[in-house]
């Protein structure tokens, strides 16, 4: 790898069979790169007593896997623990920024849940299940690991919920519990009809707070994989699976290499893309410029209209959008506001462009700004800025087409003196 390039480092959750605290503490200690005792030594930075760490391989379906277990040695004189001593015990921790201010957001939002199915504030929140020891040290032990591994980003895959009703501080309640559901808003899941809860509240806060998207496996080298295994045996393996996953992709400027063989392939630049697609037939044709205004200075990459014929031959017209992943939920309401489309066609994707830049170059009819592309060293693209040749053209009486060949004709001989002056150069 050069010095110029940096290794994306993934880590991805796959849930097959849920998620839980204690799991992503047994499925990152799994990996071999970190052990027990590194992460007892940096628990015991914070003010928290009375409890027990204890690792053990075992067996689920089949497969072998990590069981974590925190056991609270006298648990009858833990505190009952509100948002405000929870924030208050990692505020005074030495750990890190990043690691305070994940915390505080897991714990934040478990408050947030539990007080939205209690009709209560997160402030007056008791901790039982959620908040206690337990809790506490499944959220910042996986915080301390994950910072140990050097992770860049956290994909996980969709949930898998489980079914039937589990029974708690609060009684019986259905499967996924109120706070758990409370938490999954807008985070895709599914259910296979496996009896029991397979997805807590403390591992729905983790992945919500810490991922940064769901869908499948990104591409990538396998450098560790994990498994975290649950308390109990079911119909299937009961562990989750976490894959660290090394990607060479555009990284603070620098330039993504595929793992394909062919060497002109990787000066390309990477970046993840989403296609946004609806077809309108009932809409003020003269509503689309006005859209495409806004779509574009809100960021979208490129809007089209494509004409096309419906159902019952009605003419109609494909609103197509393309933007980076993030911006898709500034755009979408405002599809929705400024058009009559009912639904939203997403296709996620991956863009491969040449690297840019914009050079002036001198003609006889002035300097032009071009946009020039290249695979390696040699630009292959030349893109003279419209406006430029646009204005030379009124001001010369010159055809626009005589502007553009004068361009190219004044970059290629740029490049021929640049070369020429490389050869001489390392021929010295």
Not at 352 to 370: A, D, H, Q
Not at 375 to 394: H, K, Q
Request: glycine share 8%; aromatic share 8%.
């Amino acid at each position: 790898m050069s010095n110029n390039q940096k290794a994306k480092t993934t880590l991805y959750f796959h849930c097959f069979s849920g998620v839980s605290g204690d799991m992503v503490l047994g499925a990152l200690l799994d990996t071999g790169m970190a052990d027990i005792s590194f992460l007892e030594e940096g628990l015991q930075k914070i003010n928290l007593q009375g409890y027990l760490l204890q690792k053990e391989k075992v067996q689920r379906g089949g497969l072998s896997g990590t069981r974590m277990i925190v056991r609270e040695l006298e648990p009858h004189r833990q505190p009952l623990r509100t948002l405000p001593d929870l924030v208050k015990l990692v505020e005074e921790s030495p750990f890190s920024g990043h690691i305070k201010e994940k915390a505080c957001g897991v714990f934040h939002r478990l408050a947030q849940a539990e007080a939205a199915v209690h009709g209560t504030t997160p402030e007056k929140v008791h901790f039982h299940e959620i908040g206690a020891v337990d809790t506490v040290v499944d959220v910042l032990g996986t915080l301390i690991l994950l910072e140990s591994m050097g992770v860049d980003r956290i994909i996980s895959s969709p949930l898998h919920l489980g079914s039937g009703f589990v029974r708690c501080q609060h009684g019986l309640l259905p499967v996924p519990a109120p706070a758990t559901v409370e938490l999954l808003k807008g985070v895709p899941v599914y259910s296979r009809g496996v009896e029991g809860e397979l997805v807590t509240p403390t591992g729905a806060a983790l992945l919500t707070v810490l991922a940064s998207s769901f869908g499948p496996l990104p591409p990538g080298k396998i450098r560790a994989v994990g498994y975290g295994a649950g308390y109990r045996e079911i119909e299937h393996p009961n562990l989750l699976r976490v894959l660290l996953l090394e990607e060479k992709e555009k990284f603070s400027g620098d330039k993504f290499q595929p793992f394909w063989p062919d060497k002109e392939m990787e000066f390309l630049q990477r970046q993840e893309i989403l296609t946004v697609e609806t077809n309108i037939d009932d809409m003020n044709p003269e509503g689309f410029s006005y859209l495409m205004e806004n779509l574009l200075e809100a960021g979208a990459w490129d809007v089209t209209l494509t004409p096309l014929y419906m159902k019952k031959n009605r003419p109609a017209t494909r609103l197509s959008v393309l933007c980076s992943p993030d911006l898709f939920p500034k755009l979408a309401p405002l599809i929705f506001k400024e058009t009559t489309s009912l639904g939203l066609r997403v296709y996620p994707g991956e863009k491969y462009s040449l690297p840019r830049e914009t050079r002036e170059v001198i003609t006889p009819y002035g300097p032009i700004r071009v946009k020039l592309g290249f695979l390696g060293e040699e630009p292959v693209t030349i893109s003279p800025e419209y406006e430029d040749c646009r204005e030379a053209a009124r001001s010369s009486g010159i055809p626009l087409k005589e502007i553009y060949r004068a361009v190219s004709r004044a970059v290629e001989e740029n490049n021929g003196k640049e070369k020429h002056m490389n050869e001489k150069n390392n021929g010295e």
